[in-house]
């Protein structure tokens, strides 16, 4: 089973910018499709971008688009999220998750990273 770990949250004040990292371990990364999700205080999880195992195909949700990019490493089993213009509504934890059954959902979750954005 794959485990994911994130990393590269904190404090940003806005019109910052962040990049986050999303680690795997445990089996074969490079066949999996990779997504990140959002959640903020009150409020339901909400996807953000998820990237296909080759990285031809990228989504993002309309919120982030423009600002926000999805990449992935797979010699470093690693997918990064680059956050620029950070807004304040942009604060949440954020965690990856993996397709590892290749049915189009997501089935294995990281804990998550803390972003805030300050205004």
């Known amino acids: 089973q794959v485990q994911l770990v994130e990393s590269g949250g904190g404090l940003v004040q806005a019109g910052g910018s962040l990049r986050l990292s999303c680690a795997a371990s445990?089996?074969?990364?490079?066949?999996?499709?990779m997504g990140w999700f959002r959640q903020a205080p009150g409020k339901e999880r909400e996807f953000v971008c998820a990237i296909s195992w080759s990285s031809i195909n990228t989504y993002y949700a309309d919120s982030v688009k423009g600002r926000f990019t999805i990449s992935r490493d797979n010699a470093k089993n690693t997918v990064y999220l680059q956050m620029n213009s950070l807004k304040p509504e942009d604060t949440a934890v954020y965690s990856c998750?993996?397709?590892?059954?290749?049915?189009?959902?997501?089935?294995?979750w990281g804990k998550g990273t803390q972003v805030t954005v300050s205004s």
């Open positions: 998750a993996a397709d590892t059954r290749g049915s189009g959902s997501y089935d294995v």
């Open positions: 445990g089996r074969t990364f490079s066949g999996l499709a």
